[in-house]
């Protein structure tokens, strides 16, 4: 099977999974969305440790439903959204729904390599996060890998969620009446020249 033909399969069981393996629906597309919006890219990463060489390929586009589409590109509900997702993916790995993925990847590692086994190339598939808006500055920090979709290490014939997120910060950006506070990853707090760790109170007791 050829690498193409690879990735087309890939980007098939994606679009079936998307709508029926999550608790929550969402929709498949080849290409990014028109309409200002969050969306999550899967993408194809071929990497041989050998020659260090690493190859991505994008298979497709998934939007998601209310609060998933984020229409404002709010940056706070941005990072929650991906919270979620993680959390939606994690899940129905548990129920073995995205089992079907794996030989799949397993083609994909051997049309990269001429048809032939070899365990120094490894195939999965990255999700990441990005906002359909104007804002340049806004769509640099919100764009995120949220997760990888790996064969398992012990068990190949089984799919792993690799958690990619940072930890998140509380901080307040801005000066005066224009400050806000946000929960960033601590990796994007440089986007921002003001920028001041906030302290969460923990709950009084009585």
């Known amino acids: ?9 890939i980007a098939q ?7 029926k393996a999550l608790l929550v629906p969402f929709v498949f597309a080849e290409s990014v969305p028109k309409r200002r919006q969050q969306y999550w890219t899967f993408k194809v990463n071929f990497f041989d440790t050998a020659s260090e060489v690493h190859v991505e390929v994008p298979c497709g586009v998934i939007t998601g439903p209310a609060a998933f589409a984020n229409c404002e590109c709010d940056i706070n509900a941005f990072f929650e959204n991906n919270d979620r997702l993680l959390d939606l993916f994690a899940f129905s790995a548990t129920r073995r729904n995205f089992d079907s993925l794996a030989p799949l990847l397993t083609n994909a590692n051997r049309s990269v390599c001429g048809g032939r086994r070899t365990k120094g190339t490894h195939a999965y598939l990255a999700v ?31 799919i792993h969620v690799s958690c990619m997120i940072s930890e998140r910060v509380r901080v307040r950006v801005g000066e005066g009446v224009d400050s806000r506070v946000l929960m960033l990853p601590f990796d994007k707090c440089s986007h921002y020249a003001n920028c001041q760790q906030v302290a969460i109170r923990a709950p009084t007791t009585i």
């Open 128 to 158: 990441e996060a990005s906002v359909r808006a104007g804002d340049p500055g806004r769509r640099a920090v919100c764009n995120e890998t949220v997760l990888l979709l790996e064969r398992a290490e012990r068990r190949a014939n089984r």
């Open 1 to 9: 099977m050829s690498a193409a033909s690879t990735i087309n399969s």
């Open 13 to 19: 069981a994606l679009r079936d999974l998307s709508e």
